[in-house]
């Protein structure tokens, strides 16, 4: 990053420092930052501690900026406005070599540019996906009809039919979820949220379900399933966010 000099350094410290505290005030996990920016985790901790050496191009880091900013409810387009100023500001005067060639100075900066142009189309892509694919508000969930036995000749014993029709519904289901490390966490059982937050690694919860349990974490990864204390199941990729459904009569994801 041959652009940035100590002033440009100084900023962008103060600026993340500043968007980390206003999500440390709305109580917003960085996950869900990731989530809704699209921006990779290990960018996000980057911007928020001012390791300039861990982030693409200044017009990457600009947009980034601004996406966050928007998240935590700040003027994103504006924020990213005074870092895009000091950026033309203090622009590098390329050397009479540089001139000539066109290409960056080191290895490393061109490794960054790389970057960050696979950040940004990356990024894009994802969102465009997200438009796309954005699920609809979940409909009320709809209990499942049950259908009266139908009586043989002669009548048949009604605790019979009683036990018959209780055999047809499926049994409540207990679920483990256990972490080998960091992650956020959303999870809907019955209907109702019963945990969000972030779980370190070790930790383990375990619900019982009836009709279904939907969880969302934002880093799969970490997460294992297993029902009923069977073997347990990797949720996803490493630092992949994502978002399962489950009931009683699927348990596959």
């Known amino acids: 990053m041959n652009q940035i000099n100590s002033a440009q350094e100084e900023q962008i410290k103060e600026i993340g420092a500043n968007l980390r505290q206003l999500r440390e005030q709305q109580f917003i996990p960085i996950e869900e930052i990731a989530t809704q920016t699209f921006i990779p985790l290990r960018l996000l901790k980057a911007l928020e501690s001012g390791q300039l050496d861990q982030l693409p191009e200044p017009i990457f880091i600009q947009g980034f900026i601004r996406r966050y900013a928007d998240v935590v409810s700040e003027d994103g387009a504006a924020l990213a406005e005074a870092f895009s100023t000091n950026v033309r500001r203090i622009k590098h005067c390329p050397s009479s070599s540089q001139e000539s060639t066109g290409y960056p100075s080191s290895p490393k900066s061109s490794q960054l540019y790389l ?133 009683p009569e699927s348990l596959e994801f």
């Open 115 to 247: 970057t960050g142009i696979f950040v940004l189309l990356i990024t894009t892509a994802s969102g465009l996906l997200y438009l796309l694919t954005r699920p609809q508000k979940p409909q009320p969930h709809q209990p499942i009809p049950s259908f009266p036995a139908i009586a043989s000749t002669p009548k048949s014993n009604p605790s019979l039919t009683s036990i018959s029709t209780v055999s047809e519904t499926p049994s409540a289901v207990q679920i483990t979820v256990s972490l080998k490390d960091e992650s956020w966490l959303r999870v809907v059982v019955d209907g109702n949220t019963e945990f969000e937050g972030t779980l370190k690694s070790g930790n383990q919860k375990i619900w019982t379900v009836k009709k279904e349990l939907t969880i969302r974490a934002g880093n799969a990864g970490a997460v294992s399933i297993s029902f009923n204390q069977k073997e347990p199941k990797v949720l996803g990729s490493i630092g992949d966010v994502k978002e399962v459904t489950l009931t």
